[in-house]
C-alpha cells in the first residue's frame, strides 16, 4: 500500500506544479505526466472516477501538446530604430527581471554600436535580440530573449538557423557571447554555440 500511496503523491504533485508553469508547453507535458501517473494510481486502487477522470485529462493534454508541435507559427524580425523607442523601453522595463535572470549585466547604456530586434511569433513580440557590431564580419551578442509564454527553443532556431541568410548577408561570419548562467549556456548550445577555450565563460558561433 505504501507504493501505491507514493504513486498517489507524485501524480498529485505533478498536477500542482503544472498549474504553477508560466510556459503553456511545460503546463502541458508536466500536467499529462502527473494526471497518467494519478490515472494509474487510481487504476491500482480500483478507485475508477479518479481513473477514468484523469485518463481523459491525459489525453487532453495529449490533444494540445499534438496541437502545439504540428502548428507552424510564422516568424519575422522587425528593427528598432533606436534605443529611446518607447515600446522597446515598456518591453525592457516589464521583463527586466526575467532578462536578469539570464543576463544579470544586460543594460541598454552600456552598450555601443547596439542593434535591436523583436522577434515575432505570429506578429506577438516574442522575443528580443540584441548585438553589437565588433568589425565588419563579426558580432556580440548581448540579449536573446524569449518571453516565458515562447521559451521553447523555436525563437532561436529562427534565429540562428532561418535567419542565418539575415546574418550573413550583412556580413557577419562569427558570433560571440557570454554567459555563466546554466539554464542560459544550455539554450546557447541547444542553438549551436560552442564554448570557447580562448574565454571564461564565452560562447562561439561561427555561420556556415
Not at 14 to 20: D, E, K, M, N, T
Not at 177 to 188: E, G, M, N
Request: charged content about 25%; hydrophobic content about 45%; glycine content about 6%.
Amino acid at each position: 500500500m505504501e507504493l501505491y500511496t507514493a504513486i498517489g503523491y507524485a501524480g498529485s504533485i505533478l498536477v500542482a506544479v503544472s498549474l504553477s508553469m508560466k510556459n503553456v508547453l511545460k503546463l502541458r507535458w508536466i500536467n499529462l505526466f502527473g494526471a497518467a501517473t494519478f490515472s494509474f494510481y487510481g487504476l491500482l486502487l480500483h478507485a475508477y472516477p479518479v481513473f477514468l477522470l484523469n485518463g481523459y485529462i491525459a489525453i487532453i493534454d495529449v490533444f494540445f501538446l499534438y496541437g502545439i508541435y504540428r502548428k507552424k507559427d510564422c516568424f519575422s524580425l522587425v528593427p528598432v530604430l533606436s534605443d529611446s523607442h518607447l515600446y522597446l523601453k515598456k518591453f525592457i522595463d516589464f521583463y527586466r527581471d526575467d532578462i536578469k535572470k539570464f543576463v544579470p549585466e544586460f543594460s541598454v547604456e552600456n552598450l555601443k554600436n547596439k542593434k535591436f530586434f523583436f522577434v515575432l511569433r505570429n506578429l506577438i513580440p516574442a522575443g528580443l535580440f540584441v548585438y553589437e557590431e565588433i568589425s565588419e564580419s563579426e558580432i556580440v551578442v548581448k540579449l536573446d530573449y524569449a518571453i516565458p509564454d515562447y521559451r521553447d527553443y523555436k525563437n532561436g532556431k529562427y534565429v540562428y538557423s532561418a535567419q542565418n541568410n539575415f546574418l550573413k548577408k550583412k556580413g557577419f561570419k562569427k558570433l560571440s557571447t557570454q554567459s555563466s548562467v546554466k539554464a542560459h549556456v544550455k539554450y546557447l548550445l541547444n542553438v549551436g554555440y560552442k564554448k570557447d577555450d580562448k574565454g571564461q565563460n564565452t560562447f562561439v558561433k561561427i555561420l556556415s
